[in-house]
């Protein structure tokens, strides 16, 4: 801008890293107290700075409790998996919207946008899930309900394919011989790969952070991913041993760092997201945009 | 010019021909749309359930109607009152606070020079947006605990005042569900705020420059009529959502403290408690319902005032 001042540029830097620092102290607050001795958290609580570390607390979790890394295998595989159905049904339902000359084709966007506008709540759906298809305590519940497919990302991707591929490529190749399925995967998949990366980005981050279907769906620890762990032993760290079920865990009962292992296992459970997130930043930034533009 | 041909002389065989090219588009959406059926369409159909008095062993079909006694009873508690207020009230705060702050980061982003602060920026106050609200929880448990909580510890044992017992002092949660909710989300509407803002003509602003206008001025005059439909289309959004509360933010964050839930019950909360915690099916689904249909009826409302007001901005 022609009359931008020194100190309205300073100003603008001062509020953005207060705000910067706002969001990010928590974060701090955290990991410095999940590397604080026990006795000193006792003593003088959470701090900003460890003063006597001590990584006790990491030690437990990951030595003392298969519950961890139990919950690591199950997020892994039920991320992995569904972040795969849900974008194969996203494309799948998202290319023939796209298509202007699909027959019926409005019937089928409203079928799919009526989704967005109304829903049954969630006593019928669990109702479904469980009395019609019994998944209570079963690695289908943290993959099937809510997060299969989503209409909004359907709407998303379709838009982005009517904007992005011109139909004369796709007459051409169907000129040239070539069958919807081929078209699909030569031609409009390979011509749509920023938003895909950015769908898997955002799939895969519900999918990872979902602890609501844990809720309703799991009640056996065995099935607990990280998020519905931590969930439960936020209410209740003594969970951790208990379902632990090591023998000879008594006798370390009195070491147990209960204060600090709250702290570490909330580390231990976004960790694996804030590490990766600066590599995926720029498609996460770019899903948000495209998001907001409506269908 | 063949095809036209052959349409004029054989319709019927080319009518079939046509469908059985678009056949492989069609099989493509099935399971799309079965999954929509599953998930969305049968539950909509369940909202019966509301209407019945649910009985496990008989069954959902089977068990007998009791017409709209599950809400005269559910409107009868003063938690229906509560429950609505919670909802509303919250999302109206949030609805006038999150744009507010949004706007304001959007533009400080779209003023600044250095491309890199820019970028450093942005990512960091998404950072709050990426986790889960239970880490969020956790992140607040850190703050509030009343033995080892950084605020009795550090801040109130500083001034030598004495430690607040957070988790059952409903008083304090109004400003703390609100500051949370703020936390998480401004990132990401300013990141949307700042994608419409990048997307104005930097003319614009070059030529009021030239004209004598201010900052302000430029502000108000080409900045604000710049984001007229992103604040349009997403206030929409958010009154459409009214209705609707962030479970984990009143259910999760507060630790589903029973002292707080004056203040932190929300009606996708009380649904949850009245399924999962008091097996009251009846109640339960009655509030869903509620829920639902006044939802329905906000989104469809926003909606046409939109429309309206601005043919462009409408969702539909």
């Known amino acids: 801008m022609v009359s931008n001042g020194k100190g309205f540029q300073r100003a603008a830097h001062v509020v953005m890293i207060l705000l910067c620092v706002f969001c990010l102290f928590p974060f701090v607050l955290l990991i410095s107290s999940s590397i604080t001795d026990e006795m000193t958290l006792i003593r003088e609580g959470y701090s900003v700075i460890p003063k006597v570390v001590s990584f006790d607390a990491y030690k437990y979790l990951f030595v003392s409790s298969k519950a961890i890394a139990r919950g690591y295998k199950i997020t892994v595989f039920v991320t992995v998996i569904g972040t795969l159905v849900n974008l194969t049904f996203t494309t799948l339902l998202a290319y023939p919207l796209s298509r202007k000359d699909l027959p019926h084709r409005s019937f089928f966007s409203f079928f799919v946008f009526f989704t967005m506008l109304f829903n049954g709540g969630v006593v019928p759906s669990y109702m479904m899930w469980t009395q019609f298809f019994h998944i209570k305590n079963t690695y289908a519940a943290l993959i099937v309900p809510n997060l299969m497919m989503g209409a909004f990302y359907v709407i998303m991707m379709r838009t982005n394919f009517s904007s992005n591929i011109p139909d004369a490529v796709i007459e051409a190749a169907r000129i040239d011989g070539a069958g919807e399925w081929r078209i699909l995967s030569q031609i409009v998949l390979p011509m749509s790969l920023p938003i895909i990366a950015t769908l898997t980005l955002l799939v895969g981050l519900h999918y990872w952070n979902d602890w609501v279907n844990g809720l309703y769906y799991i009640s056996k620890y065995k099935y607990y991913s990280i998020q519905v762990l931590l969930n439960r032993m936020l209410q209740d760290v003594q969970y951790l041993m208990s379902s632990s079920g090591a023998a000879g865990m008594d006798s370390m009962d009195s070491a147990i760092p209960a204060t600090g292992i709250k702290m570490a296992v909330a580390v231990v459970g976004a960790l694996p997201e804030l590490a990766v997130y600066p590599f995926f930043q720029k498609y996460f930034v770019k899903g948000i945009t495209i998001g907001a533009v409506k269908g | 010019m063949k095809n036209e041909k052959q349409n004029n002389a054989r319709p019927a ?259 949850y408690r009245g399924l999962m915690k008091l097996n009251n099916v009846g109640m339960s689904s009655a509030a869903g319902l509620y829920q639902s249909f006044v939802g329905f009826i906000l989104v469809l409302t926003a909606n046409l005032v939109v429309s309206k007001i601005s043919k462009d901005d409408a969702l539909f």
């Open chain 2, 13 to 271: 065989v080319c009518l079939r021909a046509k469908n059985r090219r678009y056949r492989p588009l069609y099989a493509m959406m099935v399971p799309g749309l079965l999954y929509l059926v599953i998930n969305n369409y049968i539950p909509m159909a369940g909202i019966v359930i509301a209407f019945k008095q649910v009985n496990y062993k008989a069954g959902i079909l089977k068990s007998p109607w009791v017409g709209f006694k599950n809400f005269e009873f559910l409107f009868k508690t003063k938690d229906a009152l509560t429950i609505t207020r919670n909802t509303i009230g919250y999302n109206l705060v949030f609805l006038i606070l999150g744009p507010l702050l949004a706007i304001t980061v959007a533009i400080l982003l779209n003023e600044l020079k250095s491309k890199m602060a820019k970028k450093v920026y942005q990512t960091v106050i998404l950072v709050p947006y990426l986790i889960s609200i239970v880490v969020v929880s956790y992140l607040v448990y850190a703050l509030l605990a009343t033995e080892a909580g950084f605020v009795n510890n550090s801040v109130l044992g500083a001034f030598g005042a004495e430690p607040v017992s957070w988790y059952s002092e409903a008083k304090y949660w109004p400003v703390i569900l609100v500051l949370v909710h703020i936390w998480k989300g401004f990132g990401y509407s300013s990141i949307i705020y700042y994608a419409a803002l990048v997307g104005i003509d930097r003319t614009c602003y070059e030529a009021a420059a030239i004209d004598g206008a201010t900052r302000w001025q430029q502000i108000l005059h080409i900045t604000l009529p710049g984001l007229k439909s992103t604040i349009i289309t997403l206030t929409l959004m958010s009154i459409g959502k009214m209705f609707y509360s962030d479970f984990g933010l009143f259910y999760q964050v507060p630790m589903d403290s029973g002292a707080l839930y004056d203040v932190t019950n929300t009606i996708d909360t009380y649904v």
